[in-house]
Antibody, heavy 120, light 107 residues
């Protein structure tokens, strides 16, 4: 059974860069049938897709965040990562990593999520 | 971007009730529509993909239908563990977008 676990600081100062890592276990991040994605959810609000990455390094970003987002993958560690620059309070959210099945583009495995608060 | 709307935004229902949630896309998305269930403090769980395909392990009381712009999620007999928030998501084109959610609570 595939499992994903987010890790990273829970508090980030305004204007700094948010950095999170997702560790995948129970399967290979180099699977040709998988994209690896980040989704966020502000407290009490809905879900927003941030972006996806393929094991080859190809990336797909939400245009609303594209100028500030970088997603990278490290197949040797079975991990992928999110960097979001120039954060503001509006970036406070629970951040989820998830596996997207490449054939039909649905998220079938999710991490438990990690709350990142942007505050000085 | 494709905008997703859901109705109702919330509903109150009793155990064993039949519940229907509607999702509408701002343009045609064929059958590229997925449904998720989210409980407080947890990540979303995939219920239905490609509009009507039941994800493995999901009870058969959940079903999905629709194509084009209009979709429905039906719970045929609501169980206590089904009280949660339900989201639709279009997978037709990037940016992938979610509906605002429908919260199902106990009457």
């Amino acid at each position: 059974q595939l499992q994903l676990q987010e890790s990273g600081p829970g508090l980030v100062k305004p204007s700094e860069t948010l950095s999170l890592t997702c560790t995948v276990s129970g399967g290979s991040i180099s699977s040709s049938s998988s994209y690896w994605g980040w989704i966020r959810q502000p407290p009490g609000k809905g879900l927003e897709w941030i972006g996806n990455i393929y094991y080859s390094g190809s990336t797909y970003y939400n245009p609303s965040l594209k100028s500030r987002v970088t997603i990278s993958v490290d197949p040797s560690k079975n991990q992928f990562s999110l960097k979001l620059s120039s954060v503001t309070a509006a970036d406070t959210a629970v951040y989820y990593c998830a596996r997207m099945f490449a054939d039909s583009y649905y998220f079938d495995f999710w991490g438990q999520g990690t709350l990142v608060t942007v505050s000085s | 971007d494709i905008q997703m709307t859901q109705s109702p935004s919330s509903l109150s229902a009793s155990v064993e009730d039949r519940v229907t949630i509607t999702c509408r896309a701002s343009q045609t998305i064929s059958s590229h529509l997925n449904w998720y269930q989210q409980k407080p403090g947890k990540g979303p769980k995939l219920l239905i993909y490609a509009a009507s395909s039941l994800q493995s392990g999901v009870p058969s009381r959940f079903s999905g239908s629709g194509s084009g712009t209009d979709f429905t999620l039906t719970i045929s007999s609501l169980q206590p563990e089904d009280f949660a928030t339900y989201y639709c998501q279009q997978s037709y084109s990037t940016p992938f977008t979610f509906g605002p959610g429908t919260k199902v609570d106990i009457k």
